[in-house]
């Protein structure tokens, strides 16, 4: 394994730690990162060579570049960027590397469906481009593969939290009294963890918990995290009935104290987009409800498995999320450990960072003949 491969991402995202530094351990690869982003890793952590660089904006392009970067890989046999569709300085690394003979992967959402015509053809060239794809789920290599790109060379990636972190964490857990002693009932509690923005429609979820509380039906909601729509979504609580049934328990930045509160859980709730919130309650054993609008949802919702780890309600919907709820708990109430268990096993199977370093390794030996397969060590006895 002799050959450079460097990272070239805009931002180093805190959640990235754990796959980040996999590939620099397993991989040799050096960094590339974006400087100045909210929420970023801290670089030392890093076990290889990091470069910096700015993003810079250029407003009447609706673009941006990333100075240096160009300069910076010319040394390097392989790339994986990650940088955008939009990053002018991308599109330099894929013309060049044909030059430069380097191979070029990106690490990218790939196809939403819902892309115009004119999108397409664009993202068709963009790819064509690039010797392997990095897309973070199934469905976007299906789309791209109906869009006339080559499967071959579409990597299903997935995505990831601090799993090492999580699981020690997981293996601790055991049943606690938390819901029942601040709500003094035994309702089933359905909690949502993330920022309190309009994007995630928590307005559906707090309707839909009115709606079954007239109908008979009541749940407890938890809201862990904190955000604009906080004093609306109290003002909204009051006006349904139901401020007496919904905690907000505010930011918690304390991954135990984050496991037990969703371990402890029946059931997630994100009305809008999921994202890693999926990853995150799984990873805890608790299944999670979203829309079904696949084409403006993130990536992570295909973590959820219909009728087992999760359901999926019509989008916008807050009636179809209240018998959506409903259901879930009519059909699951009785096997909660069986659904737990579930959960586990779809973050274990594919949604963590041993998964993601595997198909990493894989991709890079299809594409380059070097041998960075994760293979099982010799058995001694042989």
């Known amino acids: 394994m002799g050959k450079k491969i460097c990272l070239v991402a805009g931002s180093a995202p805190t959640y990235r730690k754990e796959i980040f530094v996999r590939m620099g351990e397993e991989l040799g690869c050096d960094y590339i990162l974006g400087a100045g982003a909210t929420k970023q890793m801290a670089l030392k952590c890093l076990p290889n060579k990091v470069m910096e660089t700015k993003t810079i904006r250029l407003k009447w392009l609706h673009a941006y570049r990333q100075p240096g970067v160009v300069r ?84 299903p990636i997935h995505n990831s939290l601090a799993y090492s972190v999580q699981k020690p964490l997981r293996d601790s857990l055991s049943p606690s009294d938390i819901y029942q002693r601040h709500f003094g009932n035994d309702h089933k509690n ?9 994007v995630k429609r928590l307005d559906l979820l707090l309707d839909a918990v009115g709606q079954l509380k007239r109908e008979g039906e009541a749940y407890n909601v938890v809201f862990i995290g904190d955000g604009v729509e906080k004093e609306r979504m109290k003002a909204q609580a009051k ?34 987009n999921i994202g890693l919130t999926a990853i995150h309650v799984l990873m805890f054993g608790c299944p999670a409800i979203t829309n079904d609008d696949f084409n403006h949802q993130m990536p992570e919702f295909e973590a959820i498995e219909n009728g087992k780890t999760g359901l999926f309600f019509k989008a916008g919907d807050s009636h179809s999320l209240a018998q959506s709820i409903s259901r879930w708990f009519r059909d699951h109430s009785a096997n909660r450990e069986a659904v737990r268990q579930q959960c586990y096993d779809v973050i274990d199977r594919g949604w963590n960072p041993d998964y993601q370093i595997k198909i990493i390794k894989d991709a890079i030996s299809m594409q380059t003949n070097e041998n960075y397969r994760i293979t099982p060590p010799p058995d001694a006895n042989s």
Not at 143 to 154: N, V
Not at 190 to 198: D, Q, S
Not at 241 to 262: H, K, L, P
């Open 190 to 198: 359905i909690v949502f963890i993330g920022r309190l923005t309009a």
């Open 72 to 155: 910076m890989t010319k040394d390097y046999d392989t790339l994986i960027v990650n940088m955008g569709l939009f990053s002018i300085t991308e599109w330099s690394l894929l013309m060049l590397s044909k030059v430069r003979k380097q191979k070029i992967f990106i690490w990218a959402h790939g196809w939403y469906g819902k892309e115009t015509r004119v999108q397409r053809m664009v993202k068709r060239f963009y790819f064509s481009l690039a010797d392997g794809i990095f897309v973070y789920g199934d469905r976007a290599r299906k789309l791209m593969t109906e869009a006339g790109i080559c499967a071959d060379k579409i990597f």
């Open 239 to 272: 006006e349904a009935g139901i401020s007496e049934q919904v905690w907000f328990y505010g930011e918690c930045f304390d991954e135990r104290t984050n496991a037990e509160m969703i371990y402890n859980a029946d059931l997630c709730v994100s009305p809008g």
